[in-house]
Antibody
């Protein structure tokens, strides 16, 4: 059974870097089936797609253009983890950050997330 | 302001049928599939509908999705108190980005 678990600091200072990891169990991070996505949700607000990464020997990434200059996605196959880095954070980056699986990597016509982690709240404050 | 427009709130009484609309454009809904997520209070979003009108295993057939042109709808029939949640539509945009609607809060009166 596929499960995802986000982890990382709950508090980050303005202008610093937010780093989160998503540990995947029940599937290989190198699976040809999945993109691994990050979505965030500011308190009391809606969902925002951050980006998605696929790794199966080669890496493919899609990142929200509005965040592209500050976001880095990567995978660690030895730990079966996906990582998210957001640089130069501000209070607007305060949100629950979700890791989720997108099972459509073999067919580029689709884009959806079927399994979600529980999410982790990151607060940007001094 | 989300590119995919949803009403902020809808309401209904138990047993009633309600619909939630999602309006986009030719670069997203008009040229790609629509997906719907349900987020119960205090919980993680759950995929409710994929590929316009397909229900994942375990989703009751009270939930149905449709798409026409640049708009889509989620219908919930036989409304139940446990359906009270936030609902989000989603679609891929030709500008290489994934989009979520602003969300609709469903209240069961």
């Amino acid at each position: 059974q596929l499960q995802l678990q986000e982890s990382g600091p709950g508090l980050v200072k303005p202008s610093e870097t937010l780093s989160l990891t998503c540990t995947v169990s029940g599937a290989s991070i190198s699976s040809t089936i999945y993109y691994w996505g990050w979505i965030r949700q500011p308190p009391g607000k809606g969902l925002e797609w951050i980006g998605s990464i696929y790794y199966s020997g080669s890496t493919y990434k899609h990142i929200n253009p509005s965040l592209k200059s500050r976001v880095t996605l990567s995978v660690d196959t030895s730990k079966n983890q996906v990582s998210l880095i957001v640089s130069s954070v501000t209070a607007a980056d305060t949100a629950v950050y979700y890791c989720a699986s997108d099972p459509t990597a073999s067919d580029g016509r689709y884009w959806y997330f079927d399994i979600w982690g529980r999410g982790t709240l990151v607060t940007v404050s001094s | 302001q989300s590119v995919l427009t949803q009403p902020p709130s809808v309401s209904g009484t138990p047993g009633q049928r309600v619909t939630i609309s999602c309006s986009g454009s030719s670069s997203n809904i008009g040229s790609d599939y629509v997906y719907w997520y349900q987020q119960l209070p205090g919980t993680t979003p759950k995929l409710l509908i994929h590929t316009n009108d397909q229900r994942p295993s375990g989703v009751p057939d009270r939930f149905s999705g449709s798409k026409s042109g640049t708009s889509a709808s989620l219908a919930i029939s036989g409304l139940q108190s446990e359906d009270e949640a936030d609902y989000y539509c989603a679609s891929w945009d030709d500008n290489l980005k994934g989009l979520f609607g602003g969300g609709t809060k469903l209240t069961v009166l």
